[in-house]
């Protein structure tokens, strides 16, 4: 597939829908083109969005939201025939609807992304087992806005991929501009609910370095996200399958 690909999938009903394919890899080559998207809430799709993913191949989706949230937005392909539909919650406390009000102007994504990956291995162990047993078909993963649990197992699928940690940063930052609109709803809700303006600035912010430090805690404390997985529970043979349906063959990329 070429690169003339669109990384950013616009719809009308979501924001943040990107593949992530199309960043080199360190061994070279790059990762596979519309194999794997993540995006945000999927429950304002309308059926023309329904139907651009399903025609670019959409045949999984692992919704990370948590109980909550699910019962309050449905995700729209919950009960659709034609996709898997796996709901594995991820860490509720990254949940943006609910984190508003109980936090401050020190509220640390860093470190809420640290504390995630060190409290839940189990979960994110089954998220890339899920996504290493998917059939054929593109893979799409998922939580509110598409920013931070969506953020963090992104970057666990890049990095066993052996992408570049700048790249990853960069796929991390890109939520800034592709879902503004998006942003700047949950901003305002925010401000209705009570919350200061800077804690809600830092709570929607995609910033460099919140990525980069939880890259460098993922590779200083754990050895990288295979390792990480490894110990988590998944097989070599998962992470395998995970590594083959992220890589392009070099027939994709000539």
């Known amino acids: 597939m070429s690169g003339t690909v669109e990384r950013h999938i616009r719809l009308e009903g979501a924001f943040n829908v990107r593949d992530l394919g199309g960043y080199a890899l360190a061994g070279g080559g790059t990762t596979r083109w519309r194999s794997v998207l993540r995006a945000d809430g999927l429950q304002g799709l309308t059926e023309a969005d329904m139907g651009t993913l399903l025609d670019v191949g959409l045949a999984t989706v692992v919704d990370l939201r948590s109980d909550l949230e699910l019962q309050r937005h449905p ?25 508003l009000l109980s936090s401050s102007p020190t509220y640390s994504l860093a470190e809420r992304y640290v504390s995630a990956v060190e409290v839940c291995g189990p979960a994110l162990a089954r998220i890339a087992t899920t996504i290493a047993e998917a059939d054929g078909g ?23 991929a052996g992408v570049a940690d700048d790249d990853i940063v960069q796929d991390y930052a890109l939520t800034a501009s592709t879902a503004a609109p998006l942003m700047d709803s949950l901003r305002e809700a925010a401000r209705k609910r009570g919350l200061s303006e800077a804690a809600a600035a830092i709570l929607l912010s995609s910033e460099a ?3 980069r430090a939880f890259l460098g805690h993922v590779s200083d404390r754990h050895g990288g996200f295979s390792s990480y997985l490894s110990r988590a529970g998944v097989s070599d043979r ?3 399958l995970l590594v083959d349906r992220l890589v392009a063959r070099a027939v994709e990329t000539a």
Not at 138 to 157: P, Q, S, Y
């Open 75 to 99: 995700s729209a392909f919950a009960v659709h025939r034609a996709v898997d539909y796996r709901h594995i919650p991820l860490f509720d406390s990254l949940a943006p609807v609910d984190t």
């Open 138 to 160: 593109v893979v799409l993963f998922n939580c509110t806005a598409g920013k931070d649990r969506t953020g963090i197992v992104a970057a666990m699928l890049l990095g066993l």
């Open 209 to 211: 370095p919140t990525m």
């Open 238 to 240: 998962h992470l395998d």
